[in-house]
Nanobody, 114 residues
Framework: QMQLVESGGGSAQPGGSLRLSCLMT??????MAWYRQAPGKQRELVAS????????FYADSAKGRFTISRDDAKNLVYLQMNSLKPEDTAVYYC?????????WGQGSQVTVSS
C-alpha cells in the first residue's frame, strides 16, 4: 500500500523559505498535491501538479510564493515555499490531487514566526 512520507518542515521567520519533500513508496503517475491543516481549521489544498509536471494549480494564498514540482524518477514531490507568512503555519501533507486518497502521511510541521 502506498505510503507518503513528508519532510523538510521546521521553523522559519516571516519572509523566509522552506522546501518540503514528499516521498512516495510506489511509482505512480497521477496528479499530486500539497495540502495543509492549521490548528482549528480544515485541511485545504495548497498546490497541485499534473502528471508530467504541467499544468500546476495554486491556491490564492500560495500564488507567487510557492512552487510545486515533482521528480517521478525519484518518486518525489516538492513544495518550495518562499516569502513565508505567519498564516502559513500548519501541518503540510501530500496526497493525490483528486479521486480516492491514499492514507495520509504524518505530515510536516511548518511554523512561521518572528
Amino acid at each position: 500500500q502506498m505510503q507518503l512520507v513528508e519532510s523538510g518542515g521546521g521553523s522559519a521567520q516571516p519572509g523566509g523559505s522552506l522546501r518540503l519533500s514528499c516521498l512516495m513508496t510506489e511509482t505512480v503517475f497521477v496528479s499530486m498535491a500539497w495540502y495543509r491543516q492549521a490548528p482549528g481549521k480544515q485541511r485545504e489544498l495548497v498546490a497541485s501538479i499534473s502528471r508530467g509536471g504541467t499544468p500546476t494549480f495554486y491556491a490564492d494564498s500560495a500564488k507567487g510564493r510557492f512552487t510545486i514540482s515533482r521528480d517521478d524518477a525519484k518518486n518525489l514531490v516538492y513544495l518550495q515555499m518562499n516569502s513565508l507568512k505567519p498564516e502559513d503555519t500548519a501541518v503540510y501533507y501530500c496526497d493525490k490531487a483528486s479521486g480516492n486518497r491514499w492514507p495520509w502521511g504524518q505530515g510536516s510541521q511548518v511554523t512561521v514566526s518572528s
